[in-house]
């Protein structure tokens, strides 16, 4: 399957390939706790990590969406959480909704995407890991700027992962994760150290996950990265990734 459309031509992305990335999407980042709230999927962890303490709605707009908001606000305060929703195009109406109850938004991630193909090579200065090991995460840690707590989840929710996924890693400079679902990769966690960007590491980095994938039968690749990061967005459309949708967050 080729690349995702891209909104950026005034076309709207095709529903199945924005739910087929979103439901990829949660399936290789576990939250401690997941629980279906009519048809939402609501994750609540334990750290700071936004993708496993919110709502993926899957562009779902159940019947009674008010009282549906209200079951996920009860069950967040049950946990000592405020709540939050992850949206995309999809959820235009619930997005009003939540903007009228004073939910404020934040966060705008642009979703890339791009086919799987035969041409990624990989780098030879990259090591394969067969998990994401302590040394890794403190890797992540460092060259990404991430708390220990937010380290901390994103290992626990690694050791639950059952889909094959690998941890990559150059020495000293760069990380990255790749999770196989099906026909479809994700990469995550791609982090260069502030001393070696723009030198070429976090596409080393990339190119040998979707080496990696295309090995694992992969046939589309998808990232998501902050809008507000230019560079990155602008390193990954030179490989190829195009802009398939965004998402942002709605907290209370």
Do not use: K
Not at 124 to 149: C, K
Not at 153 to 177: D, K, M, N, Q
């Amino acid at each position: 399957m080729g690349c995702v459309a891209t909104t950026r031509l005034g076309r709207p992305s095709p529903v199945t390939d924005i739910l087929r990335i979103e439901r990829a999407a949660v399936r290789a980042v576990p939250a401690t706790e997941v629980v279906t709230i009519d048809n939402w999927q609501v994750a609540i962890g334990r750290g700071q990590l936004h993708r496993t303490n919110s709502v993926t709605t899957f562009g779902i707009v159940p019947w009674d969406a008010l009282a549906a908001i209200e079951r996920v606000e009860r069950r967040y305060r049950a946990r000592g959480r405020t709540a939050s929703f992850r949206l995309t195009e999809l959820d235009s109406e619930l997005d009003d909704l939540l903007f009228a109850r004073g939910y404020e938004r934040s966060n705008e991630v642009v979703v890339m995407s791009r086919a799987v193909t035969a041409e990624a090579r990989r780098a030879p200065e990259v090591d394969l890991l067969s998990a994401a090991t302590p040394s890794w995460l403190t890797d992540l840690e460092v060259m990404g700027g991430y708390t220990d707590m937010r380290v901390s989840e994103i290992g626990e929710g690694l050791s639950s992962l059952t889909l094959p996924h690998r941890a990559f890693r150059i020495p000293e400079r760069a990380v990255g994760l790749a999770v196989a679902d099906g026909d479809t990769l994700g990469l995550f966690d791609i982090a260069v150290h502030p001393d070696s960007r723009r030198a070429g590491y976090g596409r080393a980095i990339s190119e040998t996950m979707l080496a990696w994938g295309y090995e694992q039968g992969s046939a589309l690749a998808y990232l998501q990265v902050l809008a507000t990061n230019e560079p990155a967005v602008d390193m990954y459309r030179s490989m190829g990734f195009g802009e398939a949708y965004r998402y942002w967050y709605r907290d209370r």
